[in-house]
Nanobody, 120 residues
């Protein structure tokens, strides 16, 4: 069983910063890509950023230049540093991990989400 647990969400003023963390635990062979998604109120879940096991990153256009994704492979943790936050960043943020087992099969795992609220 694999668990992803997010932390670091909260209420912040526009222009402020927050740092999200997501720690993976359980029966893990290899963690491939890790990423963050978000679901704004009344909208569908959307992709925010991804980081590969080797550290290559990709960002949605809406957050590029403001958000930074990073990871600590030894601690099985991914981070999302969010700066210059805007009202439209308000959402539930979900951690995602693509985990490979010893047979080579890949599985998708999700955290339960952490609320980020930006007030103007």
């Amino acid at each position: 069983q694999v668990q992803l647990v997010e932390s670091g969400g909260g209420l912040v003023q526009a222009g402020g910063s927050l740092r999200l963390s997501c720690a993976a635990s359980g029966s893990i062979y290899v963690i491939e890509d890790m990423g963050w998604y978000r679901q704004p109120p009344g909208k569908q879940r959307e992709w925010v950023a991804t980081i590969t096991r080797g550290g290559s990153t990709n960002y949605a256009d809406s957050v590029g230049g403001r958000f930074t994704i990073s990871r600590d492979n030894a601690k099985k943790t991914v981070f999302l540093q969010m700066n210059s936050l805007k009202d439209e960043d308000t959402a539930v943020y979900y951690c995602n991990a693509k985990i490979r087992d010893f047979t080579g099969r890949k599985y998708d795992y999700w955290g339960r989400g952490t609320q980020v609220t930006v007030s103007s």
